[in-house]
């Protein structure tokens, strides 16, 4: 019996019990489904953290305060006030930080804005010029804040589409005054969204103004040098290394500190941000796409119980066909063929299920599902796989019966 003859057989075979066929490839269709679904989850929650994080800006470094002790009580990361404008142009000086090519000092409260009748509570953050490119953000309309503005304590502010939108609602932000405040300050520009889904929450409801006029008119303080932040982006990403060395060295000699785990501050690279938000998914990923794994096993023990169930129907036509000259090679490759060809329709039918699932499921949860091709195509090799492994045994069973013993069973 040639392969053609073998194949069109096992066709026939698995057409003559469409019920029972189907429900064993559903099977094997919903364990290559969940296993497609789950890692494209997992690696879609990656994919989504790692967007957020490379929204705050390329190839960025982070300096944020220490924290404060007070009766005993240690405050959080950024309780302190230890940065200040002085490090901020130590950081920026070409001589001391050679890898550093921007840096971006941030003094930031939360204000009130007014603009008429209109108010909304949002972050304000006074900064410099190079803030807009070290955060690689972009303008909608108008123009960044600049170092005339900031030298001279401009009243001027830059609003996010989400700040704009609630102050403005029917448009036209741009020209307007707004109070910062209590301090009048005109709108030159209106930023685009950072498009980092959750965290355009902050990324875009926020309103930049000169770091001067923050420090001096908006927000004051008892300490108006001191910065909430410095944001510090490195030349290359293969020096962002080189960076952070540089920045951990000049800011420990300027706060006259000896050992590196008494600092004052911390610095956050992007690497260790996307490190830490990405760990938990992969596990999960790898959780959630075993337990997914296990759904194939049990369809290949369904695969198994069906051939089973054929073989015992059958016996009369295996013996037939021995009696007529088939070899037991013949008879187990028939049987492997109708095992191999359930194991690969239900996995064809999984992978359509998991790409139908991809496009509809990922609106329906608003969370993006990637289509990893090593899970799609080593999915369907298990299916094939499991066909072929679970029909091992019954095609062994079926090729050992003795023609006599077969052809008198009823």
Known sequence: MTWIETFRT????????????????????????????????????????????????????????????????????????????????????????????????????????????????????????????????????????????VQAGAAVVVLGPSTAEELFSSGGALGQTVMVNGVPSEVVGVLTSSGASDSAATTDDQAIVPITTAQERIIGGTNRNQLSSIYVEAKTSSSLSAAYQEINSTLLIRHGITTATAADFTITSQQSLVSTATSVDKTLTVLLAGIAAVSLLVGGIGVMNIMLVSVTERIR??????????????????????????????????????VLGKFTLGHAINNPISLSPTATVGSLLVAIAIGVVFGVYPATRAARLAPIDALRSE
Do not use: C, Y
């Not at 029972?20 to 094997?28: C, F, K, Q, V």
């Not at 204000?111 to 008429?116: H, N, R, S, V």
């Open 10 to 149: 096992s066709l026939s075979a698995i057409g003559t019990h469409r019920l029972r066929s189907a429900l064993t490839m559903l099977g094997i269709l919903i364990g290559v489904a969940a296993v497609i679904l789950t890692v494209g989850l997992g690696e879609g929650a990656q994919d989504k953290v790692k967007s957020q994080i490379n929204a705050l800006g390329t190839n960025l470094l982070v300096v944020s305060p220490g924290s404060t002790t007070t009766g005993g009580i240690r405050g959080g990361r950024g309780s302190s006030t230890t940065l200040t404008t002085e490090d901020a142009a130590s950081l920026g000086s070409p001589v001391v930080a050679p890898d550093i090519a921007r840096v971006a000092p941030v003094f930031s409260a939360s204000e009130t804005l007014l603009a008429g009748t209109t108010n909304w509570t949002t972050q304000v953050v006074g900064t410099t010029a190079s803030w807009i490119t070290v955060r690689a953000r972009s303008l909608g309309e108008g123009r960044f804040i600049t170092d005339a503005d």
């Open 317 to 354: 036509e295996i013996g037939l066909r021995k009696a007529l000259g088939a070899t037991p090679r013949a008879i187990r490759r028939q049987f492997l063929s109708e095992a191999s060809i359930l194991g690969l329709s239900g996995g064809v039918l999984g992978v359509g299920i998991g």
